[in-house]
């Protein structure tokens, strides 16, 4: 039987507040329920049906055919379409409730629906029943210990939940490097070891600079594929390591990521302004949250009494396997690296828009950002990542 492993700090119970159902998502919806669904007196236009690349969604053919990129054969998927004039499910009643529950019962629902809040990742030892902290429940530590939904995850594992696996071998670290799953779980180890006494904000930091020092040394690979699981210990000593504090010396690409992250959020007529502000310390617009000013105005909004939410926050991805989880181990830890700064500046920005001091609920908003763009849903994750080990290891050869 397939052990599951749960956070032994995290608990929850769903509190039927509908926030997972009003954040404009695509969810898959499987042919069986489509055809169970369609019994009701629904609307005809409740599902969406496309045609997708399993290996670029970006890729959209349109309809059956193959991917421009790799020349696969495109996939047809059917999604449930969201109300016209919000982000809310189709599906959603004005009580909060699904209908698809209250008209056809719990498992009725597409499988989607049935695992959230969980996000379950298969390893060679098991799976690990993380969740998202998009749900109220979960990052208020709601309810009984998540272990307690062992049977009902298990027998969703038996139907068609939704898993990410993470392979025994061949993680790529960048580049054409890789290492095994068990030399990850030594990295692991030792960053939790580090954490446990400096905290993760610090932690992930001195990571992410000494896995870049690593990388930075190592040629550019064309053709072969090296495995550096052996080399992987050296990264927490680096001779390259630059001097000072790592959180200091990251602050730029931090910066950087944020850049990228609010142009994917504006209209691209203001995209030069932020990329001056980032290179020339001009002032730039964010009409989103009628605020403008220099980068380092930004940091200004910082306020850093959320810092042992966002230390909770950053275990639990670690511990759900968030740095293996997606493709690319460097740019994964400059993702986690930078949470902190993303989550500070966007609260600062909803205090700011909403004219108060930050409080819990800005913080709460903003780590629902992090979640739907950059994190566990993140519609931006895997670019804005990218481009940021391409920098730090660019600064870092020099
Ligand atoms: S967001 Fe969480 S607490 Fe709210 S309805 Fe969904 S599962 Fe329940």
Known sequence: MTQIFFDPQQHYDCLQCGRGCRAGWDIPVEPEVVARVQTL???SDAFRQ???CPRHPQEVPGEAGKCPRCHLDAVHQVFIRNSKDSPNCSFLDPDQLCSIHRELGYEAKPATCKLFPFVLTQTPDGVYAGTTYYCTATRQNHGRPSSAHIDDLRHQLAHQAPVNKVAADGLVVYGRYYISYRDYQGLEAEL??????????????LATLGLGCLMAELPDLEEEIVAIGERLPEMWNHPAFPYGSPVARLQELSRSQLADYFMFSLEKSLWPEVESGLNQGTAFSLPHFNWRGTFGDLEKLVDDRFNSKIERYLEHLVWRKALVVHPLLLPSLCQL??????LKVQAGLLAHLRNHEVTEQDYYDALENAETYLVTHGRNRRIIHEWAADILLGTLRG
Request: hydrophobic share 35%; glycine share 4%; proline share 8%.
């Open 192 to 205: 939790t070891r580090r954490a446990a006494r400096r905290g993760y904000l610090e932690t992930l930091s």
């Open 50 to 52: 496309t045609y997708a």
């Open 41 to 43: 007196p629904v609307r």
């Open 337 to 342: 690296q930078m949470l902190p700064t993303f």
